[in-house]
Nanobody
Framework: QVQLVESGGGLVQPGGSLRLSCAAS????????MRWYRQAPGKERELVAV???????NYADSVKGRFTISRDNAKKMMYLQMNSLKPEDTAVYYC??????????????WGRGTPITVSS
């Protein structure tokens, strides 16, 4: 019943910027940690950034200083601002969250992913 939907992906030149959004919808009582993952072709899925319900953040070393994760709890939204993009950032980016629903249970929810291609 709960869904996460990513948006904002696309094609961008090296050095450019993109902002990804993740919208949560459905029978939601609360959202704990939210995360961005990415998966490049032929590679393992990796954690890019995480933000807790209290706003604490953590980043992969490869994106530290370039990416910023944020959230708006009232809107049930999460964002990833990506600056100074590099070709190695090319991947499908996934939204992920721990959600407490009206079933009174916690579940981990994944979005379907949005592709980002960084190329000249």
């Amino acid at each position: 019943q709960v869904q996460l939907v990513e948006s904002g992906g696309g094609l961008v030149q090296p050095g450019g910027s993109l902002r990804l959004s993740c919208a949560a919808s459905g029978s939601i009582l609360s959202i704990n940690s939210m995360r961005w993952y990415r998966q490049a072709p032929g590679k393992e899925r990796e954690l890019v950034a995480v933000i807790t319900d209290g706003g604490d953040t953590n980043y992969a070393d490869s994106v530290k200083g370039r990416f910023t994760i944020s959230r708006d709890n009232a809107k049930k939204m999460m964002y990833l601002q990506m600056n100074s993009l590099k070709p190695e950032d090319t991947a499908v980016y996934y939204c992920n969250a721990d959600i407490f629903g009206t079933t009174l249970t916690w579940s981990e929810v994944w979005g379907r992913g949005t592709p980002i291609t960084v190329s000249s």
